[in-house]
Structures are given as C-alpha cells and as structure tokens.
C-alpha cells in the first residue's frame, strides 16, 4: 500500500476511481484507500529506469484492460506522455501523471 499526502482527496476521488476505475476501499473523509477487493500482493521495485528507456515511473498500477484505461484517460484529456507499447518482456502499457504530478504505469499483462 503507498500513501500519498494530498489537500485534495476530490482530485484523487475522480482520477483513482472514476477514471482508473478503482473501488473506494476505505473512507474516513481525511484518508482513503482505492483498490481492489481482490487479494492483493505487496511490490516494491526499485530501477535506474523504467525500461525502453522512459523514466523510472513513481506508481505502477496494473489494470484487466489498458485499452479501456487508455480510452478512459483519453476522454478525460489527461495526456498519455508514453505509449501505449508492447514491451518485449510482456506487458501492454502507457504512462500518465495523476492530478498530483505522479508518473504511474498503467500496465496489462500480455
């Protein structure tokens, strides 16, 4: 779980879950939890970059479909500021930036 210090959690409220489409796990109105209600495992990865030569993303959140990701980035005109691309170690992915300046890796498993 990463926690993310923000004054504005409206900001969040629409990008984690109206856009990315995560469930609002936990609200306490000062701190909530999006994600899933699926078992969930912990990850940690550290890098020098994040492969194909982009930057080393600060959040990597993988999705059921990164076209319907894609799209739903797409409407809300949050730039895509790489990809999307089939990488040769077997994801589909794009990078965006949240409302706070985050680079994530919306990615799917090939």
Do not use: C
Request: hydrophobic share 40%; no cysteine; glycine share 10%.
């Amino acid at each position: 779980m990463s926690n993310f210090e923000t004054r504005d959690t409206e900001k969040a409220a629409a990008f984690y879950g109206d856009i990315l489409g995560l469930d609002l796990l936990m609200d306490h109105g000062w701190f909530q939890t999006y994600g899933s209600d699926a078992k969930m495992m912990v990850q940690l990865s550290f890098g020098t970059e994040g492969g194909s030569d982009t930057p080393v993303p600060d959040l990597s959140i993988e999705v059921d479909d990164v076209e319907a990701a894609l799209e739903r980035m797409k409407a809300a005109e949050i730039p895509i500021e790489y990809g999307p691309a089939s990488e040769p170690w077997g994801v589909r992915r794009f990078y965006v930036r949240d409302p706070f300046g985050r680079l994530l890796n919306i990615l799917q498993h090939e």
